[in-house]
């Protein structure tokens, strides 16, 4: 029997859920604590009140479902190398800070990537193994 598969998801998978094929994803999931803070800035980035509401949903499904993994000292330590790979790549680590946060995250936690938005880490794949949905 195989090892069940493990992974984190980035914050356009968990916004995305309900609209592709859940099957693709690995048996464990975590999110990042980043990924909740980009959930918990989403009501308050749009003026609709039924987006708002809907953003405001998302978030709190992620937040009972999953335990976040938290951005800690090596997930720091890892981010020099991610930042250093972003810039060498000519790609803007300022505009993409919580990608590379979250980068960082699965980085440190040796956990693969799964993203529906590969090009935000197309710089990374020696540092973080990227799973494309």
Known sequence: MAEPSRGLLDTSVVID?????????PDESAISAVTLAELAAGPHATRSEQERARRQDRLQWAAATWDALPFDAEAARLYGRIFAATKAAGQSSRARLADLLIASTAAASGLPLYTRNPSDFAALKRLVKVIVL
């Open 17 to 25: 859920h309900d609209i592709f094929d859940t099957a693709l994803l």
